[in-house]
Structure formats: structure tokens, C-alpha cells
DNA sequence: GAGCCGATCGGGGGGATGATTA
DNA sequence: CCTAATCATCCCCCCGATCGGC
């Protein structure tokens, strides 16, 4: 057992449980939450078979392929597939996003970079922000984005509105990799 | 809802998964433990089959999560989770705090390193007190501070001002955790 | 402004890292 | 001299926007 420890605090209500979940003489309380958390125990022993678990262990996510997420089915949707362009699928996920929650997509435009705005209710604001901003409207919406960027910051952006609506991880990583 | 703590060692591996299951700011180590723990068998849908797997408890009580008070609230706010970086954190927090009682505030004036002023009523001040001090303003407040500096310092600094301001461990502890 | 997309490259800033000092 | 804490240099990554390609 040549493991780094860390010392927590815990509440006492999880120690009892810790402490009902022991299975052996000598187990640390490390043993036991390795076990409960279906972790492999660091150096020595067995570990519990346990296929499904609900705990994100890596941050390998598994891309799901089926639409058990709304964004995939929207993603694989023909409406979307038609696009060509990085910059049409960046907007097209962007209008998508405002349907589902007009009032809350109203937070984009706490967005920014260095010095431009990223996010605007008129193409005029986010010029006055840079230079050849390009600003495009995001179709059937009040807003505007900023269009020249390279894709790696158009993959920014949408990772950064994802987060801000409350997307999970996996819808996140989903819208952000269909930009490109 | 004050609990009792205990204090447990556990190993390095669990500590990073514990980590990686940080849902929101202010969260502590036994906050997720709970929330892992306490997993019912499946949130959504279909439950997964694993009984082997399954914690005995007992415990009617459901484990407490993270106490709401005031800072949390900003922390997990649109507001504040527009930014990436460390500075743009630190800076975000101080201008909330200074938000909440600008006359206290004015007590950070007294916090300094070993030759330089943290915390000034304009940049020049600080860019006096030593070289590339990269001086801030502190948004939307007549102060500044240094930003040229480790994420240690700055939590560091997140700290003293917390405890100068009078906020609990708690509050201070969300803080200091949040400036990354 | 009006052709449009976005790769490429210059510039700037964040903050890790190594230096410095108490 | 050694350690811990602070300082500030400087590398690297990110952002901006020009300009090449289609």
C-alpha cells in the first residue's frame, strides 16, 4: 500500500455508515469507501465485480450514440446534418439552445473574450467590441453572435454556453464536438 | 444542522474521485461522499441491478447537502460561472464582497506580502509596492489589488479577506475553493 | 463593408515555476 | 544552512483579426 493518503473530514453519519460497512478485520476506512465507490483497491485484494456504476470514475465519457440526450437527437437530426459550414453548425446549435430556453439562453451575453463581446442583441454591439467581428444573428432569435473566430473558439464558446445553461458533461462535449 | 466531524485518512485515488464528483462550489469532501453514498439506485429511468453493490444504510436521514448561505448562491450563479480563469474568479468574488459592505471592505487596505500591498485605492499604489504586480480593478469598486501571484496566494488572499470581513469557514472555505 | 469561411500568426496575459528573502 | 513563504520572471496558451483560399 504505497499510496499518497489524504486526510478529510467527514460527518459523523457517514462514519457510522463506513463503520457498518466493514467486511473484514483491519480495513481502513479507505478500504471500505473504495469498496462502496466500486474503486480497485490501490495495492492489494480483490475487487467487487460491478459493471454498472453510477459514480464518474474517469472523465473518458462514453459518447453516447442513441438520443438518451435531447441534443443528440437534434444533433443527428437532418435539420442540422445539412449544415456544412463550422459556422452554420455553431449557429444552427445555438438557435436550438434558445428554443429550449429562451429566457435563460439571455445569459450568453455575460460571454466575452479578451476585448470582444461575444454575445449581443444586435450586430452593431459586438462590432463596436472588435475589429471584423462578423457578427451573424442566431436564426429565429433576438441575438447575435460573433462569427470570425477560429473553430477552436467557436469549440470554446459553445463549451462555455453549454456549461452556463446547465448542460451536463456529455451534452456539453456532444454539442462541442459537432462544431467543426 | 451541525454535525460532528471525524477526521479519516483515505487513499489518493478516492480523494480525486471525490474530486471529480464536486457538483458545486462549497461542496466538501463529505458533502459528495454523501451524495455518493446515498445514491439512490438510479436517478432517471431504469435502475441499475446491482445489489452487490448496494450500501447498507439504514439511515433515514437524508445526508445533508451543502448549506445554502449567501456566497453559495453567487458561486453557482450565471454571474460567476461566466469565468474561466483564476484572476477573473478572484476579482468576481472581491467585487461581490465588496458589494455587500463597501465600508468593511476597506479593511483589506491593511493586507500585504512580505514587500507588497495587496490591495490599493488605485494601480499605481501597488505597482509601487513591487515589480510586475499586474494591478487590477477590482470590478465595479474603487479598489484594487495585485494579480501577479500563484492560485496559492490569491486562495491565500481569498482567505485573509474573508476572515477580515468576518465571513465563517464555511463561506470562506466556498470562496477559497471557487478562485481556481 | 459586403463574398464568406476560418487557418494562421502576432500579441498579450495568466499563472507555473524557479528565484529570493525572511 | 534549511525551510517556508513571497516575489516576479518568463513560458505557453489563448485571443484577436488579418488575409489566404475557395
Redesign the pocket.
Known sequence: MEQTMKTIEIDESIYDLLLRNVNSFGETPSDVLARLLNLAPSGNGRRAASPTNQVSQETKTPIPTSPQNPIMGFLNSPDFLVHG????KFLSILSWLYKRDPEKFAQVLLLN????QYFGRSGEVL?AS?????PKRIPDTPYWVI?????Q?KK?MMSDVMRLLGYDPASSRAAVDAVR
Chains 1, 2 share one sequence.
Open positions: 459550414y463550422a459556422v452554420e473574450g479578451r476585448s470582444r462590432e472588435g475589429n471584423s467581428v462578423m462569427t470570425n473566430s477560429p473553430t473558439l470554446q
